[in-house]
């Protein structure tokens, strides 16, 4: 089973600076291939949103809103995928949450799935 674990959440002050990271592991299973990553957030009673998506080939699409202050990368060998986000604001806060499709080995047998991570609190105080 894929597990996808988020890190670098935590309480800043507007104007201030995040950088969280998501690590993908196979477990039993080897990553094959990640084809893509991507950020979400959900705030309290509000539907989960896309942020930003990377591609393999390090393509990258961003909500029209955010674009500017932040920011998606990753790093293939790593299977790990970063969300730097600048100038953030109260309206940033939220859970944000990290999405793969990710193709799986076992035993000669290919898996593909999208899997989420159990999300990682960003809150940011006026």
């Known amino acids: 089973q894929v597990q996808l674990v988020e890190s670098g959440g935590g309480l800043v002050q507007a104007g201030g600076s995040l950088r969280l990271s998501c690590a993908a592991s196979?477990?039993?299973?080897?990553?094959?291939?990640?084809?893509?990553m991507a950020w979400y957030r959900q705030a309290p009673g509000y539907a989960r949103e896309l942020v930003a998506t990377?591609?393999?080939?390090?393509?990258?699409k961003y909500a029209e809103s955010l674009k500017g202050r932040f920011t998606i990368s990753s790093d293939n060998a790593k299977n790990t995928v970063y969300l730097q986000m600048i100038s953030l604001t109260p309206e940033d806060t939220a859970v944000y949450y990290c999405?793969?499709?990710?193709?799986?080995?076992?035993?000669?047998?290919?898996?593909?799935?999208?899997?989420w991570g159990q999300g990682t609190q960003v809150t940011v105080s006026s």
């Open positions: 999405n793969a499709d990710v193709l799986t080995i076992l035993a000669g047998t290919l898996e593909a799935g999208r899997y």
């Open positions: 196979g477990g039993i299973s080897t990553i094959s291939r990640i084809d893509d």
């Open positions: 990377i591609a393999n080939d390090g393509s990258t």
